[in-house]
């Protein structure tokens, strides 16, 4: 059972903007460790989306973006597109458990 | 190029051992920090251990006195080792290099163990 919770699902039309909530604890991102990001898409690897908080690795888009406040992050996606639909996964670390603590992850529906 | 390639899974009995293996390519195992993930059929994303540029390790809770990660140098390639296995195990195993408390960047393509009589 994962400490950092994240909604099920999300959904939204082509074009439009979403957000993915990451709610976490004291111990992981409240204690000002860094949030992470990762897409899966079906029947592959996750894929690393955003890294320390709020930064792109090369080649992914503009679109993708993430912040951190207090003991949750957000990933928001701008112009939603087809090819986003996807299972999207926030991750930490948690320093109490000394452990990788992973979001529970949310489906993005593309409609 | 940066890319890591799994292999070791299959069908194994409760109660079984399996090894996994992971070999690296365009970087050196023993200088990054490496790392399992697993993630059950159906579900999502649970970290199972580390091992340090140092040669420390950790371990989830889940899997504690159980599975052993090592490397071997020379071969840059990761190893889990998997002791008294049960159903609650079966999984696509993830080798992942991660930086510390930081991110897991590349992701192997996974290799699927199931544990089932």
């Known amino acids: 059972q994962s400490v950092v919770t994240q909604p099920p699902s999300v959904s939204g039309a082509p074009g439009q903007r979403v957000t993915i909530s990451c709610t976490g604890t004291?111990?992981?991102?409240?204690?000002?460790?860094?949030v992470h990001w990762y897409q899966q898409l079906p029947g592959t690897a996750p894929k690393l989306l955003i890294y320390?908080?709020?930064n792109r690795p090369a080649g992914v888009p503009d679109r993708f973006s993430g912040s951190r406040s207090g003991t949750s992050a957000s990933l928001a996606i701008t112009g939603l597109q087809a090819e986003d639909e996807a299972d999207y996964y926030c991750?930490?670390?948690?320093?109490?458990?000394?452990?990788?603590?992973f979001g529970t992850g949310t489906k993005v529906t593309v409609l | 190029e940066v890319q890591l390639v799994e292999s070791g899974g299959g069908l194994v009995q409760p109660g079984g051992s399996l090894r996994l293996s992971c070999a690296a390519s365009?970087?050196?195992?023993?200088?990054?920090?490496m790392s399992w993930v697993r993630q059950a059929p159906g579900k999502g994303l649970e970290w199972v251990s580390v091992?340090?540029?140092?040669?420390?390790?950790s371990y989830a809770a889940s899997v504690k006195g159980r599975f052993t990660i090592s490397r071997h140098n020379s071969k840059n390639t990761l190893y889990l080792e998997m002791n008294s296995l049960r159903a609650e195990d079966t999984a696509v195993y993830y080798c992942?290099?991660?930086?510390?408390?930081?991110?897991?960047?590349?992701w192997g393509q996974g290799t699927l163990v199931t544990v089932s009589s």
């Open positions: 992942t290099r991660g930086a510390a408390v930081g991110w897991f960047d590349p």
């Open positions: 365009g970087f050196t195992v023993s200088s990054n920090y």
């Open positions: 091992i340090y540029s140092s040669g420390d390790t």
């Open positions: 004291s111990s992981n991102i409240g204690a000002r460790n860094d």
């Open positions: 320390g908080n709020n």
């Open positions: 991750q930490s670390y948690d320093t109490s458990l000394s452990v990788y603590v």
